[in-house]
């Protein structure tokens, strides 16, 4: 079974300082992973995504995240947060053989503070 | 091009009743998967359609059921509704393919049940 840890429940950043929001699945077979963000009173939207290839992979919004087979991680990044960044942020993994099955963690929230 | 659309955004129901849900997808899109969000357990996948059928389903018991239409547009029902049930139901669609697996997410309907 597959399974999603999001090692943070609250992120506090000052403003204009780096955040890094940490990630780490299990899974048995090959997986895709994704960041979504749920801004209050809003669906999710997909900041990010690996499926295959680069370990690095960029974003919208300034965002970016590593991709390391070794240690099940998918960390996500951003060099530079902005007040408009605070937001519940979810990692998610797709089993490869699953079809349209997300599995969630319980999202990190990331408060930028001025 | 059109994002996916839920209706209705906000239900008050009583226990013991049933819900019907609707979901729209994005234009093209042959997929549409199910998801629960509450404060206590997160985002849990309830089952995703393709095609009119039933390909995954989570861990949830009969009273959530789901169907397709042939325009691909989906529904959920949930019957004799329990306290439990308050959450916000999203639905996302997507299109296997290419860009396999990524999820496009409604606004959600949020349900209280009472």
């Known amino acids: 079974a597959q399974s999603v840890t999001q090692l943070d429940s609250q992120v506090p950043v000052f403003e204009e300082a780096p955040v890094e929001l940490r990630c780490n699945y299990s899974?048995?077979?090959?997986?895709?992973l994704f960041w979504y963000v749920q801004y209050p009173n809003q669906g999710l939207q997909l900041l990010l995504k690996?499926?295959?290839?680069?370990?690095l992979v960029k974003g919208i919004n300034g965002f970016e995240a590593e991709f390391n087979k070794s240690q099940t991680s998918f960390h996500l990044r951003k060099p530079s947060v902005h007040i408009s960044d605070t937001a519940e942020y979810f990692c998610?993994?797709?089993?490869?053989?699953?079809?349209?099955?997300?599995?969630f963690g319980q999202g990190t929230e990331l408060s930028v503070k001025p | 091009k059109a994002g996916v659309t839920q209706t209705p955004r906000y239900l008050i129901k009583t226990r013991g009743q049933q819900v019907t849900l609707s979901c729209s997808p994005i234009s093209g899109h042959r997929s549409v998967s199910w998801y629960q969000q509450t404060p206590g357990q997160g985002l849990q996948f309830l089952f995703e359609?393709?095609?009119?059928?039933?390909?995954n389903k989570g861990n949830f018991p009969g009273r959530f059921s789901g169907r397709q239409f042939s325009n691909s547009r989906s529904e959920m029902n949930v019957s004799t509704l329990e306290l439990g049930d308050s959450a916000l139901y999203l639905c996302?669609?997507?299109?296997?393919?290419?860009?396999?697996?990524?999820?496009?997410f409604g606004p959600g309907t949020r349900l209280t049940v009472t």
């Open positions: 998610a993994v797709s089993p490869g053989n699953q079809g349209g099955k997300l599995i």
């Open positions: 996302a669609s997507s299109s296997p393919g290419q860009e396999a697996y990524e999820q496009y």
């Open positions: 359609y393709f095609s009119e059928t039933q390909r």
């Open positions: 690996y499926l295959s290839g680069s370990t």
């Open positions: 899974s048995s077979v090959s997986v895709y």
